[in-house]
């Protein structure tokens, strides 16, 4: 008997290209199929969606892997991770003036990034491997990715890291070119790994409670997945509604995505677990710049049973 | 004089009173003042401006503790403010907020007196002080003299044992005073109330008294007491007796010697 | 007279406001400033039409209006008495004193990660926001304006056998509020700050949702609508005050 | 007398606050709430001395303060002033009235989006959002002050010969002083909220800072360190006011 | 009475003075009233307590429009507060945050007088009503009486043409009253200033007064005019004249019957 014990899941999300499954996945009525109805909490940050999550308001739900790894960090044992729904490398870079044309030259600079995200990593990483002190040789500010373009054009800043859809809109004007993205990421040339991967978690408590809902949730989640992989045209006309783009940007946004179907999960999660791995890396990464104490061991936060 | 005297209502032993200035300058308002209040007393109290007659009164109230020495009240150390001293204030200290009603009727609402015997007491004693058609103003639409009529209205009307005015009569014209001044006393007798009463007006304090006592300058002492052998009714006869023009006399002269004393005080 | 010298002071505002706009409209017109920088009033107005229509404004007002009423009403009531009481108790007033003084300076702001912790994103979130934003200043308030009353008048109060609890009916609560209440009207724009900083995070509707996906768009028009509407909304709670105010203090003027 | 009962004032509160914190301790030593949602005192002590020792700690506080008093401090010139010539002229105020009246309820983050379009992300933009959404709630604030003043002073002091001007300085001015000084204790909250809400835009130190960027690393120690920093500095400048009140409040006790 | 009078320094032409309430109720303060003081004149006012005394004094000085009616100033409407006509109130009116000596000093200073002249002439008042020693001390650390004596201080030092005087000398001991008596004649006497005094005390009223007014129970009218023709110096032996004893009795009969009608108007 698989009937889900509980037919409501509450799932946190927002208009990140992460969330395109589970909003694919309630608008085709994939999760219908398995007697589930979801609803879609939107978030403007991870962080705030998974202190949602560990206070029990939302069940299921996507993060940046970076709030899922400093939630680790301060000892929450209150959720787990199933699963990793997509690899983007290509969405997300530092985009820069004409004049400057390489990593040096941004020296003296001021080069904006949202603190604590993935394009924050990303350009920690960067500036490491050209020899750059962050503190010293340049001045980093904390700006919302949203605010870049402004700042961009009314020339407050030099440079900034942004991901999609800003990163597309911050590419279009004119004078600006891409300096790096995520595939200059040293976890990436390693393991595949950008900066800030998605992450699919969910509350234990619920998963415990519930372990037929949760499998449910899966069972659709993948088949969402698939469907963004076979019919991206499809997906994207109900997409526009979340994100707001044009059919056109949708498609452009879609292309760069690569999807990560359930059968790769196992590999990726468990065995050998790639993914877990370059997780840890990630977050010795973080201990090493300073933005968390010590590095959890990522292993103890994966849901094994739930992986597909 | 006796410090434990059991007859006394109120009994006043040795009391100081020195206040501290920004810069810690000391302004003793009463020195080493003794002094009993017998029960159903009608002592009156006169004195130069500025002596000390309000902050005698205030300790008695409770309002203020004395620096030394120690107030009893039917035996009793005063230690805080007690409602068996009604005040009547200088300043009137009516509440704002309230209308000459509500502001009448205050000492019976703590009571817990229901709203209806309360009106009608409130009504009674606004009357009394020739307030009727004011019940409903408030007190920032009313003449000085009116909100003085208004806080003794306030005070009568709760009923206390004893009863202490701080110049009740000073803002009211000479008839008014009058019709108030015979209320008071009818008050007095019937109730066997005790009063301390202050006033700047000899004639009124012998006109009121069964004692009157005559404060020095500051720092505030006895300068004299003289119990009022006034016969009663005090009727106009009685205001052109010898008697009572060697009392004024008397008082007359030991004010004004105080009063000398006290410029020259301030003079040096 | 009275009545003349009003109407006269609200002739002179609407004036004011009148010559304020046109002059706004005219710089923008003019092409003095950018449109996305300031847009002119003509373009707030026309994105408040549409707005209007599709329903979207009174549903984010109405949402906002909702949250900050209810925690600020909540806040109100629990922090007038406690003010009260402790501007009227010294022993209370010392033991409550430093949690106070922890409290008070405490940005709405910074209450959301702990309130996210605690509460979630559910409605009660939004209005403990508000709660905890407001309560701390509206107590420190009222507590001050329990020290302007005239200590002759408490004390005649209590020559007047009124017990501890009575001073405080009787003489502190209606001597402190007018001062109360102008303080109240400074916290009611506190607590539509706290409400902006709530919708943030978290929020699917609201004044502070508009403005911030507005910027998000680029769209000062909305941006500046919500700002309008905030004020707007206000000021309809402030004439309602107004009248109650006139209600509550029948002895001033 | 005065002297005894203050300091025994003091003995209660320091006693309070420490049954306080052992409560808390305990709390969370006894495993009642997890350390994520409240973190206990002991925790945040060794966070502070781990700031204190990287030098981070102090460089917020200090780049906080700064932005706020520049800010308070300059709003409190233009609205002390500009609310006593206010509140005691009709025409003024009826001319000024619509616009304070539009500003007033706009909150500090409203004026993100803005006054980053017209400043760009420099210092003075931090210090015209402490600026914006401190100046008209102080205004507001000054102007009701204006009105407690018993008019009966006002002619007095006309009668004596007092010009308009003469009567601001030496009647309004000082006449509602002690409601100012209290307005302005809350108005610094406020300028804290702005402050907070200002470092979550495009800076990379403050107290703002410090507390948004502990909550996106779950840090709820760092957001607690930042939230009673806030606390601390705003009671060493409480401190500071208050000498400076007994200085300008000779008269009140 | 003629309404234009080239000799009046102070001309009320047919005043009146309504107050409206809460719910709208009228109080008629002053009706009609219509009266002319010439320059050097010292007009005394005496009527029942709420009769529209201090009402009268305000229009005259300014603080309030009349609803009907006008007054003039040296043939000038009054449209404003002038500090030509300075006026002691009734409620003292100290600036709390200023000390005795600021009190003294307020007018000199908006006259931008030199602060070392304005301390002398401050210093020389405070002398007069007897407060050295308190120059610096604050308001509320003061007794009633000191209190009046700083309002009566800050009103002279000013020097202003014409004095409203609304019961100066109310919260005054008789002695001290004597000598502020005597200083205010001396002053009016040297300086020749025009003054209307309000006071309870018909031998107050006597003894300073070139002319008397007596003002009816509200709505306040004249109730009676009487030109104090006793001689100067008004000494003991004046005080014990057969004239004395005679304006004294009209006087007394005169403010009595409003009174009795005051009540009568209340009781109804
Ligand atoms: N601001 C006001 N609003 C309403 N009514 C007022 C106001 N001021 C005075 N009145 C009324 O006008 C009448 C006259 O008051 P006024 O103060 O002139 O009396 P007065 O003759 O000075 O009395 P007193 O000798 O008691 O001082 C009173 O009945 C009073 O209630
Ligand atoms: N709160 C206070 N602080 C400092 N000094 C005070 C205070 N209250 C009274 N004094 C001083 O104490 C002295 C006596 O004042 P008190 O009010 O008792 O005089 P009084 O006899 O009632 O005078 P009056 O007849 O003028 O009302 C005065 O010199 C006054 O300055
Ligand atoms: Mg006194
Ligand atoms: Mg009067």
């Given at each position: 008997d698989e009937t889900p014990e509980k037919v409501t899941v509450i799932y946190g999300g927002s208009s990140w290209l992460g969330h395109y499954p589970a909003w694919v996945g309630i608008e085709k009525g994939l999760f219908q199929k398995h007697g589930l109805g979801v609803l879609f909490q939107n978030f403007y940050a991870s962080s705030g969606r998974m202190g949602s999550l560990v206070a029990g308001d939302l069940d299921i739900a996507s993060t940046g892997s970076i709030s899922g790894i400093a939630l680790m960090a301060a000892g929450s044992k209150g959720f787990m991770a199933f699963g990793t729904p997509d690899s983007y490398a290509t969405v997300e870079g530092i985009i820069a003036r004409e004049n400057i044309k390489t990593i040096q030259d941004l020296k003296g600079k001021r080069i904006a990034a949202p603190f604590a995200s993935s394009a924050h990593v990303l350009v920690l990483d960067i500036l490491e491997q050209n020899g750059l002190d962050p503190e010293k040789d340049l001045t980093l500010l904390n700006l919302k990715v949203n605010e870049?373009?402004?700042?961009?054009?009314?020339?407050?800043?030099?440079?900034?890291?942004?991901?999609?859809?800003?990163?597309?809109?911050?590419?279009?004007?004119?004078?600006?070119?891409?300096?790096?993205?995520?595939?200059?990421f040293s976890l990436y040339k390693k393991y595949k790994l950008g900066p800030g991967p998605d992450l699919l978690v969910v509350r234990k408590e619920f998963a415990q409670k519930y372990p037929k809902t949760s499998k449910a949730f899966v069972k659709g989640y993948f088949e969402a997945v698939d469907m963004l992989i076979n019919e991206p045209e499809e997906c994207a006309k109900v997409l526009m509604k979340l994100t707001n783009l044009s059919m056109e940007d949708q498609m452009e946004v879609l292309k760069d995505i690569t999807w990560i179907t359930g059968e790769e999960q196992r590999a990726l999660m468990v065995d050998p677990g790639d993914?877990?791995?370059g997780m840890q890396q990630l977050a010795q990464f973080l201990v090493k710049h300073n933005q968390i104490d010590h590095a959890p061991a990522v292993k103890e936060w994966i849901a094994e049973d739930m992986v597909p | 004089?006796?410090?434990?005297?059991?007859?006394?209502?109120?009994?006043?032993?040795?009391?100081?009173?020195?206040?501290?200035?920004?810069?810690?300058?000391?302004?003793?308002?009463?020195?080493d003042l003794s002094l009993n209040v017998k029960d159903g007393e009608f002592l009156v109290i006169v004195g130069a401006s500025g002596c000390g007659k309000t902050t005698l009164l205030n300790l008695v109230a409770g309002f203020d503790a004395p620096t030394q020495g120690q107030i009893l009240l039917d035996e009793k150390p005063v230690t805080g403010i007690t409602p068996e001293c009604g005040m009547i204030f200088q300043q009137y200290a009516l509440f704002p907020w309230k209308t000459v009603q509500e502001n009448v009727e205050f000492g019976m609402k703590m009571k817990r007196m229901p709203r209806k015997d309360r009106k009608e007491r409130a009504d009674r004693f606004i009357d009394i002080v020739s307030l009727k058609g004011f019940e409903k103003s408030y007190p920032h639409h009313l003449s000085g003299g009116m909100k003085q009529r208004v806080s003794i209205a306030r005070s009568l009307a709760n009923d206390p044992k004893v009863m202490l005015l701080d110049e009740p009569f000073a803002a009211l014209d000479a008839m008014t005073r009058q019709v108030l001044q015979e209320q008071l006393v009818r008050i007095y007798e019937k109730h066997r109330k005790t009063i301390i009463f202050i006033t700047h007006s000899i004639d009124e304090a012998l006109l009121l008294s069964s004692r009157i006592m005559v404060m020095t300058a500051r720092p505030g002492r006895i300068a004299q007491e003289i119990v009022n052998d006034l016969p009663h009714p005090r009727n106009a006869d009685v205001q052109l007796s010898t008697r009572y023009m060697e009392l004024k006399r008397t008082i007359w002269d030991s004010v004004q010697a105080e009063v000398m004393k006290s410029m020259e005080v301030q003079a040096d | 007279?009275?009545?003349?010298?009003?109407?006269?002071?609200?002739?002179?505002?609407?004036?004011?406001?009148?010559?304020?706009?046109?002059?706004?409209?005219?710089?923008?017109?003019?092409g003095f400033i950018e449109p996305l920088f300031l847009p002119p009033p003509s373009q707030i107005l026309s994105r408040a039409v549409k707005m209007i229509e599709n329903g979207q404004l009174i549903s984010h007002t109405l949402a906002s209006t909702r949250r900050v009423m209810v925690g600020f009403i909540l806040s109100s009531m629990v922090a007038i008495p406690f003010g009260i009481f402790l501007g009227s108790s010294r022993f209370f007033m010392a033991v409550f004193d430093p949690l106070i003084s922890l409290l008070r300076p405490l940005p709405s702001m910074s209450w959301i990660p702990l309130s996210l912790l605690w509460l979630g994103i559910t409605e009660t979130q939004k209005y403990s926001i508000v709660f905890m934003g407001s309560f701390a200043p509206s107590l420190l308030y009222i507590i001050e304006a329990t020290k302007s009353i005239?200590?002759?008048?408490?004390?005649?109060?209590?020559?007047?056998?009124?017990?501890?609890?009575?001073?405080?009916?009787?003489?502190?609560?209606?001597?402190?509020?007018?001062?109360?209440?102008a303080g109240l009207k400074v916290m009611l724009g506190i607590a539509w700050t706290c409400i902006i900083s709530a919708e943030l995070v978290a929020a699917r509707e609201g004044l502070g949702f508009m403005i911030m996906n507005g910027k998000e768009y680029f769209q000062t028009d909305t941006v500046l609508l919500g700002m309008v509407m905030i004020s707007i909304t206000v000021m309809v709670i402030d004439v309602v005050f107004r009248k109650f105010e006139r209600r509550l203090l029948p002895w001033t003027r």
């Open positions: 870049m373009p402004a700042a961009m054009h009314s020339g407050e800043i030099d440079a900034c890291a942004a991901w999609t859809p800003h990163f597309n809109k911050l590419l279009k004007m004119p004078g600006h070119h891409l300096l790096v993205d995520d595939t200059e993914f877990v791995a | 004089m006796d410090p434990v005297n059991k007859d006394a209502k109120i009994s006043i032993q040795k009391v100081s009173k020195i206040f501290y200035g920004k810069q810690k300058e000391e302004v003793v308002a009463l020195q | 007279m009275e009545i003349n010298s009003r109407s006269k002071s609200f002739a002179i505002s609407i004036a004011s406001l009148v010559i304020f706009i046109t002059v706004w409209e005219l710089v923008c017109r003019l005239d200590p002759l008048l408490i004390r005649a109060a209590k020559n007047l056998g009124a017990s501890k609890l009575d001073v405080m009916r009787e003489v502190i609560l209606p001597g402190s509020l007018p001062q109360i209440i």
